[in-house]
């Protein structure tokens, strides 16, 4: 989880022997895939539901993660990508992460019935803090990654001290003293990692080592600086609202406050009564918000932002409420429980996220290089592990007997459309059962305010769903390897003699500016739209309203549509797309070969259609007004609106479904975007562009999905939005 900027060591790497394989799953009897294979096939049986459950699964994850231990322990070497830290650094992440999920183990059960091997982990700690050690760990540097493994290690001495701390010999105590104390003299990036400072003096204090409650509370101190209001941080000063504000600062919050009301600082003044109810009760406020998120039906959470490849901390935040004993108004504690296995299911019910070795890869539905960050090492998913932070609740804890509704939030929690201002965003839940039901955000705010891999794709696109994800580009020429879905891209390159003007280089919004939620000013009145404007370049201005469609339209369902209005001021000649979601593109049966066209037989493939043209049509009668795409995922499609505020012509638009270089998705490995063309000659009147995107979530034959797509043309922006646009 190194962050901002790359951080180096005068540390050189070493060459450190690896543990030799041991029990029980010996290499000479069982290759990589058959340990990948019985990993993923145990979590798809294990019903996650108890906490037995939940404590098997855990030791599922970490059991492949023993055969790559080096012969000290101190190191867990997982593969020869890297991340823009040393080696040595990276292979410590592979050691401290596994303990985000054993610590709460160790904390909710006695080391007889945890299943932990605590003398392994004191073996690492001995050669990781030896300086003499072939296997040390190393001195830190400012902004070290070593500074960010050193909170889960921080995160154990604060709460099993007799289980990691206590049995080391008095020399390596003093070392790893010595060690952890380096974060107080280092600078770290200013945003969540302050947090780790704090969990470090937590940890010392505990031990009774030295460590710095002024440093501890400097720490904290600084997160009130980025406090929104309404349970929302900034992740520092920037205009990021992403899973780092509930996976990290509100999860380490709570996590804060169950440390300090343990009996051993009760009464000190790290339990400041004042600051353990402001931090439960912000976390209460953020939950409301964060609820939306979450596909209610599935359990799965929208991709948004940076470090999807920590997939499952996503459900941390709901499993830190548990465990702070934080009550949420309309919530009970079989709905957080609800929320928290769900999404949990969602991910370890996928064997497409494991390596052949049963470990975890880098990526998000699938192991997916393409999409990850600078600081992701083979290790660094294993910051997942913080979603088994209820296993600190032992198991006759009413958390672990508490119902979970039948629906798994109710609707009442679940308002759609829900404005969040705070992030910059719209969440609509379609009003359809399941499995058609589609949770999506309209967003437009949010940025990432330095150089960061697929910054425009993860923070600033127009939608992001809990479906579909989102596409990064996988190159750098043409629309294919751009890959531009749930975003409007612009190109001022047409290859030349090709006559349909598919530039060579597209370019896509990156920083929103002037982002507003505009509403509709009527009691009662549940239209909201979100506004943004974009400097594509120094003559060409872009403005954009995003609208999601409230009530129902001839068929189609509330949440199935929304409207997105480009205005467009350009002194150069331009080619546009606006895509649609991104969508699974192979067929459901069969050989599950890429789609190409309609295959009736099935109900799914491409279907692109001018007015007037039957469903079974293809555009062959005049230009393409209109394009959808149905798989064994859902249906997306796009459609042009011919609408404009004033008499000034729109130039025709042609629609497209094109497939995207593969494993441009975050979701599918086959993807493919319905989008809406234009091409713009210079001039002085602005030129309006509008298209309504729909999407529907799952494939079955009751979904109706026709009759809602046929509601597409007689869509039209609604006059108290007319009202506001400029003329």
């Known amino acids: 989880m190194s962050e901002y900027s790359s951080s180096t060591s005068s540390f050189d790497a070493v060459p450190v022997p690896m543990r030799p394989l041991e029990p029980p799953i010996p290499a000479a009897t069982e290759s990589a895939s058959d340990a990948a294979a019985k990993a993923a096939f145990k979590l798809s049986m294990n019903a996650l539901s108890s906490h037995s459950d ?8 970490l059991a492949p993660l023993d055969l790559h231990l080096s012969a000290g322990a101190a190191r867990v070497k997982l593969g020869y990508t890297s991340g823009h830290f040393d ?3 990276a292979e410590l992440e592979g050691f401290a992460r596994r303990l985000w999920g054993a610590v709460p183990a160790g904390i909710g059960l006695p080391a007889s019935e945890d299943g932990i091997d605590w003398d392994a982990y004191m073996d690492g700690i001995e050669h990781g803090v030896d300086p003499s050690d072939s296997e040390y760990w190393g001195a830190a540097v400012d902004r070290d990654q070593r500074l960010v493994e050193m909170a889960p290690i921080g995160f154990a001495l604060a709460t099993i001290p007799d289980k990691i701390w206590k049995p080391l010999i008095p020399e390596t105590k003093m070392q790893l003293a010595s060690w952890l104390m380096q974060i107080n003299q280092r600078t770290t990036p200013n945003n969540n990692w302050h947090f780790f400072r704090v969990f470090v003096n937590l940890g010392l204090c505990r031990v009774g080592a030295q ?20 349970g929302w941080y900034s992740d520092g000063p920037s205009q990021q609202r992403d899973y780092y504000i509930t996976f990290a ?5 709570l996590a804060y406050v169950f440390i300090v009301t343990q009996p051993f600082f009760a009464g000190s003044r790290l339990s400041n009564p004042e600051r353990i109810a402001k931090y439960k009760s912000r976390a209460a406020l953020l939950a409301k918000d964060f609820v939306h998120w979450f596909d209610s039906d599935t359990g799965a959470s929208i991709p948004f932002g940076r470090s999807l490849t920590y997939r499952f901390a996503i459900a941390s935040f709901w499993g830190a409420l548990a465990v702070a ?19 949990l299911r969602w991910w370890l019910w996928r064997k497409e996220i494991f390596n052949g070795d049963g470990t975890l890869g880098i990526g998000y539905a699938y192991n997916n290089l393409n999409m990850a ?7 660094s998913p294993y910051w997942a592990m913080k979603a088994f932070i209820p296993l600190a609740l032992p198991p006759d804890h009413p958390f672990w007997s508490a119902n979970t509704p039948e629906l798994p939030i109710p609707p009442s929690v679940l308002p759609s459309p829900h404005p969040i201002p705070n992030a910059h965003m719209i969440i609509v839940h379609s009003s359809r059962p399941s499995p058609s039901a589609h949770t999506y955000a309209l967003a437009s705010g949010q940025y990432a305010g330095f150089v960061m891999r697929h910054a425009a794709e993860k923070y600033s696109k127009l939608a992001y769903s809990a479906t579909f994800g989102f596409c990064v580009p996988t190159g750098a020429y043409g629309l294919q390897q751009a890959a531009p879905d749930s975003t409007l891209a612009l190109s001022d390159d047409a290859e030349s003699g090709n006559e349909n003007g598919n530039g060579n280089h597209w370019r896509v919004r990156r920083v929103p500016l002037d982002a507003k939620i505009i509403r509709e000013e009527v009691e009662g009145a549940k239209g909201v739209a979100l506004y943004a404007r974009w400097d594509a370049w120094k003559d060409v201005d872009v403005q954009t309203w ?10 189609s369902k509330e949440g199935d549509w929304h409207i997105r209005i480009h205005r467009i001021t350009t002194g150069r000649e331009l080619w546009t797309s606006d895509g649609g979601f991104s969508i699974r593109a192979q067929s459901s049966v069969g050989a599950h070969r890429k789609m190409s066209g309609w295959d009736e037989d099935n109900d799914e493939g491409f279907e692109v259609r001018a007015p007037g043209e039957s469903a079974a049509e293809d555009a062959s009668k005049g230009v393409a007004t209109s394009a959808l795409i149905r798989s064994s995922v859902g249906t997306s499609g796009i459609i042009s609106i011919p609408w404009g505020p ?8 042609s629609a497209e479904a094109n497939h995207t270089a593969p494993n441009s998705s975050i979701m599918f490995s086959h993807s493919a975007i319905p989008a809406i063309r234009h091409h713009l000659v210079p001039r002085e009147e602005p030129y309006w562009l509008v298209s309504g995107v729909f999407a529907l979530s799952g494939k079955s034959k009751k979904d109706g999905w026709r009759g809602a797509w046929e509601a597409g043309p007689k869509l039209t922006v609604p006059e108290w939005l007319v009202g506001v646009l400029p003329k």
């Not at 934080?326 to 504690?333: P, R, Y």
């Open 373 to 379: 960050e600078a600081y992701n090492s083979p290790g």
């Open 249 to 253: 600062i509100h999860f380490y919050s």
């Open 211 to 230: 460590h710095s409650l002024s440093g501890l509370h400097a720490a904290l101190d600084t997160f009130e600086e980025w406090y929104l209001g309404d």
């Open 54 to 61: 939940v404590l098997s699964a855990l030791h599922t994850l």
């Open 546 to 555: 995003l609208l999601p469609v409230t009530g129902e339209v001839d068929g």
């Open 646 to 653: 004033s008499d000034t012509a729109s130039p025709p638009p």
């Open 325 to 343: 004993g934080v009550e949420v108004e309309g919530m009970s504690l079989g709905v957080i429980k609800g929320i928290w296995l769900r999404n």
């Open 87 to 89: 080696d040595n650094a």
